[in-house]
């Protein structure tokens, strides 16, 4: 008999373009950190839609800001200013303890983009921009132009930057690429597509002192690592440096599309008039789940939750033995599963069947992303679950 979940698929088949594939699973509805198919089968989320549903699924904070604000007011176009996108900026400004500006968009690529113009502007004369190897800034041209993954960089080459990519986490390297033509140092905190690697404690400093030395616009993508995902509200501030340009998306909407691009100090005035936009950027309906994440956040301590969780869960993971499992490491929610093996599609398909999304983000590692309110216990059934997931993928 087939499935609710076969008859979508065929569906989507149908109807949508072959980029992503066929998902293997068609989601219906959730709770928390738990979310159920169309079949009904009940799955632990942790991957959270890519470090994005900050709050799980169906959160109240959510739904009750995005019912008011649709009630009253949609969409102005950036023609007109709205309040909520206002005090999303401002309140972003507050959290990174910093004068600047901000950008308000609909995605993590399009934040990417903004940044990308302003290095542009600020120095229209510098050629090169330095990035790492493996790092993952988005798929529109400029972006993928600076991310690190020649399988998806290369079929559509050429672009219009000139991009030295290095060892992540190399200081030598870096040092070796960056100079005085250098526009601008693009990093991660960590790499998150790249298997949530994070480099030695003196990287992002040293990339700092680079640009620094050199004048060259200091990049940080904290699409991923932002708005409290390792346990503060960007990552940057754990390093204790400060970037020239900050992106932010994913979290940031807890599941609604908003992009931001934080300018600090003088970087964010380099826009001139009419240099950039977005008709859908910073909407209202966008910045009202913005505000009511960051409320709650702050509110119910979710910082302070992802760091005893995702301690808990690293510390959990790290006990089990078994032949496949090497290590488990990362910061607050946002952890990597080494495994012996390239085997971590065989892996994911595993935990799916037991009842646990997760991300075959590396043909040897597992990502783990979840909403920033998962218990302690939840994670204690991901790892008292976790050998025989192995068992079944090895």
């Known amino acids: 008999m087939t499935t609710r979940t076969q008859e979508l698929q065929a569906r989507w088949d149908a109807a949508l373009m072959p980029n992503y594939g066929t998902p293997p699973v068609a989601l219906s ?45 949609a969409h ?9 996108g206002v005090r999303l900026a401002e309140k972003l400004l507050e959290l990174l303890g910093a004068a600047g500006r901000v950008f308000l968009c609909n995605s993590g690529t399009e934040a990417n983009e903004a940044a990308f113009k302003i290095v542009r502007r600020r120095h229209p004369a510098r050629p090169r921009i330095v990035a790492a190897e493996n790092g993952f800034h988005g798929r529109s041209m400029g972006s993928l132009s600076v991310t690190g993954k020649p399988a998806i960089r290369q079929p559509f080459e050429p672009y219009g930057a000139q991009v030295t990519f290095v060892p992540y986490g190399d200081v030598t390297a870096l040092r070796n690429a960056v100079d005085g033509d250098t526009a601008a140092v693009f990093l991660e905190p960590a790499l998150g597509e790249g298997g949530v690697i994070f480099p030695p404690a003196d990287y992002l400093c040293s990339a700092r002192e680079l640009c620094d030395a050199t004048g060259a616009v200091f990049v940080l993508d904290e699409i991923q690592s932002g708005i409290g995902r390792t346990g503060h509200w960007f990552a940057h501030q754990r390093a204790g440096v400060r970037p020239d340009v900050i992106t932010l998306a994913k979290g940031l909407g807890g599941g609604l599309p908003i992009g931001a691009c934080v300018g600090l100090g003088e970087f964010g005035a380099t826009f001139r008039r009419g240099d950039h936009g977005s008709t859908f950027g910073g909407n209202p309906v966008s910045c009202a789940a913005a505000l009511a994440v960051i409320e709650t956040i702050a509110t119910e301590g979710l910082l302070e939750n992802a760091l005893k969780v995702g301690s808990a869960l690293a510390v959990g993971i790290g006990d089990v033995e078994h032949e496949l499992l090497t290590s488990a490491s990362g910061v607050g929610l946002w952890l990597r599963i080494e495994l012996a093996r390239e085997v971590s599609a065989p892996v994911e398909a595993a935990a799916r069947g037991a009842g646990f999304l997760v991300n075959a983000v590396q043909p040897n590692a597992i990502r783990l992303a979840p909403p920033l309110v998962l218990t302690t216990a939840q994670a204690q059934k991901f790892v008292h679950a976790l050998p025989s997931i192995l068992d079944a993928a090895s």
């Open 76 to 84: 102005t176009s950036n023609l007109y200013l709205h309040e909520p």
């Open 29 to 73: 509805h959730g709770r928390g950190a738990e979310i159920w198919d169309v079949d009904g089968k009940h799955y632990l989320d942790l991957l959270g839609g890519i470090a994005v549903s900050a709050l799980g699924h169906g959160h109240q904070a959510i739904l009750e800001a995005v019912s008011r604000q649709v009630a009253v007011l």
